[in-house]
C-alpha cells in the first residue's frame, strides 16, 4: 500500500516558499508559455529583464578549454578533485589578475578562496561570518539575492538598510548628498552595531559605484568595531569611469575586508561557474571548512581552463585588451539605454557608472506597471521593491543582454515609451 501522508518540509524552506526571489518571479511571468498564455508572439518580446552579458568570452579562454579536453591525459586529471579552497595553481593566477588589472598588492594564495559563482560563495560567506542576532548592514537598494542568502544562513540575522537612492530626487545620495549619506551611515551603525557591512561596486541594480569616501569611512568603522566590511565585485571588470582607490585594497592591508569575485560577467562564464574571495587567511579557513560540507571542491576543468588561460593572457597582454574592449561595448550599450530613455521615455534615471543597468522612475507602483507593461508592449523590465522599498516605484532596465544588438534596446524603449506616454 502507498503512503498517504507526505513528509514536511524544513520549517525555513516553507517560509521561503512564501518569500519567493521577485526578481525569479518576474522571469518566470516571461517564460515562453506565459508569454504565449498573454497573447504575445515570443518572436516580438524585448527583455530588459536579465541579469546577464552577452559578449563573446576572450578567444584565447576556449582555446585553453580545447588545449584541456584535447588531450586525453589533462583532460582525465580535470576530472579529479582539486583541494577544497581551489587548486593552488589557480589561486596564484587569479593573484595575478588582481594585480595586474587593478593593482592590488601583496595578494597571495592565502587569501583566496575559490568556489562556484559568488552565489554559492556569499552563502557560504554569510554562514562564515554572521551568526543568529547579529545586523547585517545592506545598501537600499541592492541585489536582491542577499536578503534570502541571510535568511537561509539564519532565520534570526536582522537587516539594517542605508538608503542611497532618493526617490524624490531620483539621485544617487553618496554622490549627490555625500554628507547626509555619510551621517545616516554612521546613525545605523552606531544604533545597530552590524557585524557585517555589505556593498556592490557596482552595484545591482543602480550600477552606481561607492564612492571612496564612503568607502573608508565604512572600512575605519568596521575596523575599530571589530566588523566586516565585504565588497562583491561581480561587475569589477565593467566600469566606465577611472575606478576608485578601493578597487586595489587588499586583504593583506585590511584584515576586516573581503571581496566577493566572480567569472561570470567579465568573462561570459555565467554557467560556467567560477568565482573566488578575497579575505585574510583565517576567513579563507573558516570558508574552507564550510566549502567542505558545501561544494567539497570547485569545478576541476573551469579551474584549470582560467589558470591556463590567465597565464598566458596576463603575460602577452591578450587579457587587458579583453576587459578594456569589452567595456566599450558596455559604454555604449549604456549610452544607447539612456538616449533612449530621454528621447522615447522621458523619465528620471541614474547615469550607471559600470556594470548592466540602469534604474528608471516610472512614478508608481512597479509591481503593477511591469506586468501591464508586458502585456501593453511586449517589453519586460524588473519592478524594483525586490531591491528595497526606495525604489518601489521604479524599474530596472538591464542593457547586458543586448550588449551586441544596440538596436532591439532603442526599439523597446520606443515601444515601452509609447505605451507609457498614451
Ligand atoms: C551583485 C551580484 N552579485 C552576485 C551575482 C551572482 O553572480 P554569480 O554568477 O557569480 O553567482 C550577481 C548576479 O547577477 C550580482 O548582480
Given at each position: 500500500m502507498p503512503s498517504t501522508t507526505t513528509a514536511a518540509l524544513s520549517g525555513l524552506v516553507q517560509a521561503q516558499l512564501h518569500s519567493p526571489s521577485p526578481i525569479r518571479q518576474i522571469m518566470k511571468m516571461a517564460e515562453r508559455a506565459n508569454i504565449i498564455a498573454m497573447g504575445l508572439d515570443p518572436a516580438e518580446v524585448i527583455s530588459f529583464g536579465g541579469g546577464w552579458v552577452n559578449h563573446a568570452a576572450p578567444e584565447e579562454f576556449r582555446q585553453a578549454y580545447l588545449d584541456i579536453v584535447g588531450d586525453p591525459a589533462v583532460f582525465h586529471q580535470s576530472g579529479a578533485y582539486t583541494a577544497t579552497l581551489g587548486d593552488l595553481g589557480c589561486r596564484q593566477q587569479i593573484a595575478r589578475f588582481e594585480a595586474h588589472l587593478f593593482g592590488v598588492p601583496r595578494l597571495g594564495p592565502e587569501h583566496i578562496a575559490v568556489g562556484l559563482g559568488s552565489t554559492q560563495l556569499t552563502q557560504d560567506l554569510f554562514t562564515t561570518l554572521v551568526d543568529p542576532g547579529?545586523?547585517?548592514?545592506?545598501?537600499?537598494?541592492?541585489?536582491?539575492?542577499?536578503?534570502?542568502?541571510?535568511?537561509?544562513?539564519?532565520?534570526?540575522?536582522?537587516?539594517?538598510?542605508?538608503?542611497?537612492?532618493?526617490?524624490?530626487?531620483?539621485?544617487?545620495?553618496?554622490?549627490?548628498?555625500?554628507?547626509?549619506?555619510a551621517r545616516d551611515f554612521v546613525r545605523l551603525f552606531d544604533e545597530h552595531r552590524p557585524k557585517l557591512v555589505l556593498f556592490g561596486a557596482p552595484d545591482n541594480p543602480t550600477s552606481q559605484i561607492v564612492p571612496q569616501a564612503l568607502a573608508e569611512l565604512m572600512l575605519e568603522r568596521t575596523a575599530a568595531s571589530s566588523a566586516w566590511l565585504a565588497i562583491d565585485f561581480a561587475y569589477k571588470c565593467q566600469y566606465f569611469e577611472t575606478p576608485p582607490a578601493?578597487?586595489?585594497?587588499?586583504?593583506?592591508?585590511?584584515?576586516?575586508?573581503?571581496?566577493?569575485?566572480?567569472?561570470?560577467?567579465?568573462?561570459?562564464?555565467?554557467?560556467?561557474?567560477?568565482?573566488?574571495?578575497?579575505?585574510?587567511?583565517?576567513?579563507?579557513?573558516?570558508?574552507?571548512?564550510?566549502?567542505?560540507?558545501?561544494?567539497?571542491?570547485?569545478?576541476?576543468?573551469?579551474?584549470?581552463?582560467?589558470?591556463?588561460?590567465?597565464?598566458?593572457?596576463?603575460?602577452?597582454?591578450?587579457?587587458?585588451?579583453?576587459?578594456?574592449?569589452?567595456?566599450?561595448?558596455?559604454?555604449?550599450?549604456?549610452?544607447?539605454?539612456?538616449?533612449?530613455?530621454?528621447?522615447?521615455?522621458?523619465?528620471?534615471?541614474?547615469?550607471?557608472?559600470?556594470?548592466?543597468?540602469?534604474?528608471?522612475?516610472?512614478?508608481?507602483?512597479?509591481?503593477?506597471?511591469?506586468?501591464?507593461?508586458?502585456?501593453?508592449?511586449?517589453?519586460?523590465?524588473?519592478?524594483?521593491?525586490?531591491?528595497?522599498?526606495?525604489?518601489?516605484?521604479?524599474?530596472?532596465?538591464?542593457?547586458?543582454?543586448?550588449?551586441?544588438?544596440?538596436?532591439?534596446?532603442?526599439?523597446?524603449?520606443?515601444?515601452?515609451?509609447?505605451?507609457?506616454?498614451?
Open positions: 547579529d545586523t547585517v548592514l545592506l545598501l537600499d537598494p541592492t541585489y536582491a539575492n542577499y536578503e534570502g542568502q541571510l535568511a537561509f544562513v539564519s532565520s534570526g540575522v536582522k537587516i539594517v538598510r542605508l538608503p542611497v537612492l532618493d526617490p524624490a530626487t531620483w539621485t544617487y545620495r553618496p554622490v549627490s548628498d555625500p554628507e547626509g549619506t578601493y578597487y586595489a585594497w587588499s586583504p593583506a592591508d585590511h584584515p576586516n575586508l573581503i571581496g566577493i569575485h566572480s567569472n561570470s560577467k567579465w568573462a561570459r562564464g555565467l554557467g560556467r561557474r567560477l568565482g573566488w574571495i578575497e579575505a585574510a587567511p583565517h576567513v579563507i579557513e573558516g570558508l574552507e571548512r564550510v566549502q567542505q560540507c558545501s561544494i567539497l571542491c570547485p569545478d576541476t576543468l573551469e579551474q584549470m581552463a582560467m589558470a591556463l588561460y590567465l597565464a598566458r593572457a596576463i603575460d602577452d597582454g591578450s587579457l587587458r585588451r579583453y576587459v578594456d574592449d569589452t567595456n566599450v561595448r558596455y559604454r555604449e550599450a549604456a549610452r544607447v539605454t539612456l538616449e533612449a530613455i530621454d528621447t522615447h521615455v522621458g523619465r528620471r534615471r541614474l547615469t550607471p557608472a559600470g556594470g548592466l543597468y540602469t534604474v528608471m522612475d516610472v512614478g508608481r507602483n512597479a509591481d503593477e506597471f511591469v506586468p501591464e507593461a508586458l502585456r501593453a508592449t511586449g517589453v519586460l523590465v524588473v519592478p524594483g521593491r525586490g531591491f528595497g522599498p526606495s525604489i518601489a516605484n521604479g524599474v530596472r532596465i538591464s542593457f547586458g543582454p543586448m550588449v551586441m544588438t544596440p538596436d532591439r534596446i532603442t526599439e523597446g524603449l520606443r515601444r515601452l515609451g509609447a505605451w507609457m506616454r498614451d
